[in-house]
């Protein structure tokens, strides 16, 4: 675990006030001037109600729109937050928390009861922008059983909004927690390059838990994402070299390149034999600087 | 189903109750939208906590899958009258509407209205017409199946007693002996076609040539008992095979029920005009949409699915 929590704890505020100067840059005037007097509001002691329909009203206002954010700005929100980049960010949802991050200032019992009871009332996309603020939030050390909740929702939406681009989980979730988001990204279908700190946080049993998920796929004649076979690497031994090597007889060229960046992450001692076997690919990864993230992106274009 | 080039609003169905394959006929038949009122669920809540889950369920889960199936889905929040009688209930479930009545999928409070015609009934109509009046919103009026007349003619004298413009009232479930009266006083009225208890889409055919389209608009009203989602289609058919013009099949199938509750500024037809086609695989703002474990089809498979495919993968 990291010391994160205490620094996030006291800057809440100067990242509010980075999401107001981003939705005043991308709201029409009116729009902005509506968000910032119903900040403003809310952190002033507002009725129950006002809060409730503030929070749902946002994207009324805002619009959908999925916002662009540049490289100085994204480099902005990971210095104020550590891992943290504004993407795949809608104007309401941003709009949200910016919100939340407003009724803070009400202190931490009423910030925390309020903000459970919208998490329990949710509508999908109060879900999504609730989920996705958790790396923001004052207190994160409070929010650990709702990420776990969010990762067991049945909508991939909300789901992705915890494990995508989402700085929380691989900081404040327990190792079964934790490895409960890549299998499960694995099991919807859902990118696993996406998922902050998968390979600091790669372990033997998510590892065994991944091959015999990728064996539940085989017996059932479907095919298994090549990403999986990233957080396993580090902990390639002898027991899965029989998988290993069915990965790398796969027809798919992106199949066997991610066998191969597995083996190259491994510490196993029969990876060097089967690495020189396929000396051509490991010079096609090499002399096009193929990384994971590659492997991820390129399966998701090709799945889609 | 009817022309192919047709569009459909179910403004009244009860989608938790009904199946995927129910998603599937009614996207194909032509539907684009559904509105799910609030109701009880055929057993009795005997706790606010489920009613507190149920109201979830409509503004999240169920949005979530019809979107899955390439329908948009929107629901109405209220208390029913059925349950309106359990006043332990009741009481709390009134401090639940205020916390849902503002979302984004959320079109009127309702259904609301008589059952028995009891005091109860009647003591949280009238806080629930209030309430809307407060916050501006549109109301669905549930009428009884029992002394039917009587509770229509009730309902539309307590919303104006409290202030509602008949504008923004949709009276639901009439029939020949009101549907008069809910004209004459400018109230939107519904029909729903629900076989046996409700109307039969031959009487609707009759009525529309009777008293016209102004306002007028019809609904299924499927739900856990025997019902039928293509009650909309079927009946636009129908209309149209009994020389009813398009035009007019048009307004009482999908552009009435569009301008009754698109003054609530949250249904709107752009939602489904601008809907990129449904490929499950596919990611849905920035997202995949589909549940996991099996391959994901496009839309023209789930159009055209090979019912004779004894295969299941």
New interface residues.
């Given amino acids: 675990m990291t010391n994160l929590s205490k620094q996030s704890d006291y800057k809440y505020r100067e990242i509010r006030n980075l999401l107001e100067n981003w939705l005043q840059d991308r709201l029409d005037k009116d729009t902005f001037k509506w968000i910032q007097e119903t900040a403003e509001n809310l952190a002033n002691q507002p009725e129950d109600?006002e809060l409730?329909?503030s929070f749902?009203?946002v994207?009324?206002h805002t619009g959908?729109n999925?916002l662009e954010f540049s490289d100085e700005e994204m480099d902005q929100a990971e210095s104020l937050r550590k891992n943290w980049k504004p993407v795949?960010w809608?104007a309401d949802q941003l709009g949200r928390v910016y919100l939340l991050l407003n009724f803070a200032e009400n202190g931490k019992s009423e910030f925390l009861e309020k903000i459970e009871?919208i998490f329990?009332?949710?509508?999908?996309?109060?879900?999504v922008a609730l989920y996705k603020g958790l790396a923001l939030y004052p207190f994160p050390e409070e929010f650990k059983n709702r990420a776990a909740e969010g990762v067991r929702s049945?909508?991939?939406?909300v789901f992705?909004?915890v494990a995508?681009y989402n700085p929380y989980p691989s900081e404040y979730l327990d190792e079964e927690a934790w490895n409960q988001i890549v299998l499960?990204a694995l099991?919807?279908?859902?990118a696993l390059y996406k998922i902050v700190g998968l390979d600091g946080r790669a372990n033997k049993t998510l590892a065994k838990m991944l091959v015999e998920y990728a064996h539940e796929r085989w017996s059932a004649g479907?095919e298994v994402s090549p990403e999986l076979w990233r957080p396993v690497g580090p902990f390639l031994d002898e027991e899965y070299s029989d998988d290993i090597k069915k990965v790398l007889d796969h027809p798919d060229k992106i199949q066997k390149y991610s066998a191969l960046l597995a083996l190259m992450s491994s510490d196993y001692s029969g990876k060097d034999e089967l690495i020189d076997k396929h000396k051509n690919l490991v010079n096609e990864i090499k002399d096009q600087n193929l990384t994971w993230d590659d492997i991820g992106k390129e399966f998701e274009e090709k799945?889609? | 189903m009817s022309d192919d080039d047709m569009m459909f609003i179910d403004p009244h169905v009860h989608m938790i109750s009904r199946t995927t394959d129910d998603y599937n006929a009614m996207r194909k038949a032509g539907v684009k939208a559904v509105i799910e009122p609030a109701f009880w669920v055929g057993q009795p809540r005997t706790n606010s906590g489920t009613m507190l889950d149920y109201f979830s369920w409509i503004v999240g889960w169920e949005r979530f899958r019809a979107s899955q199936f390439g329908i948009q889905h929107y629901c109405t929040i209220g208390l029913n009258a059925k349950e309106a009688n359990n006043e332990a209930l009741a009481e709390e479930a009134m401090d639940l509407i205020p916390r849902y009545a503002g979302k984004e999928s959320v079109v009127a409070i309702g259904e609301i209205g008589y059952d028995d015609m009891t005091k109860l009934e009647e003591k949280y109509f009238i806080e629930q017409v209030q309430l809307a009046k407060k916050m501006d919103m549109l109301v669905l009026v549930h009428t009884p199946h029992r002394n039917k007349k009587e509770g229509t003619i009730r309902s539309m004298d307590i919303c104006e007693a409290h202030g509602m413009d008949p504008s923004k009232v949709i009276i639901d479930h009439n029939n020949e002996e009101t549907v008069k009266a809910v004209l004459d006083r400018g109230y939107w009225t519904a029909f729903t076609i629900y076989p046996g208890t409700k109307m039969g889409n031959e009487r609707m055919v009759d009525i529309v040539k009777e008293y016209g389209t102004e306002r007028i608009f019809i609904d299924s009203a499927a739900d856990w008992g025997h019902s039928d989602p293509l009650g909309v289609p079927k009946t636009a058919k129908l209309m149209l095979e009994r020389g009813i013009s398009k035009e007019d099949v048009k307004k009482v199938t999908y552009q009435n029920a569009l301008d009754a509750y698109g003054q609530s500024g949250r249904f709107n037809e752009e939602d489904w005009l601008n809907r990129p086609p449904i490929d499950q695989s596919q990611t849905f703002s920035g997202n995949t949409v589909l549940r996991g474990g099996h391959r994901p089809l496009t839309e023209e498979e789930l159009d055209n699915p090979d019912e004779d495919d004894l295969i299941i993968e």
């Fill in positions: 109600w409730y329909t749902s009203g994207p009324q959908k999925v795949e809608a009871k329990v009332t949710s509508d999908l996309g109060e879900a049945n909508m991939t939406t992705n909004a995508h499960k099991f919807v279908e859902s479907r799945d889609s």
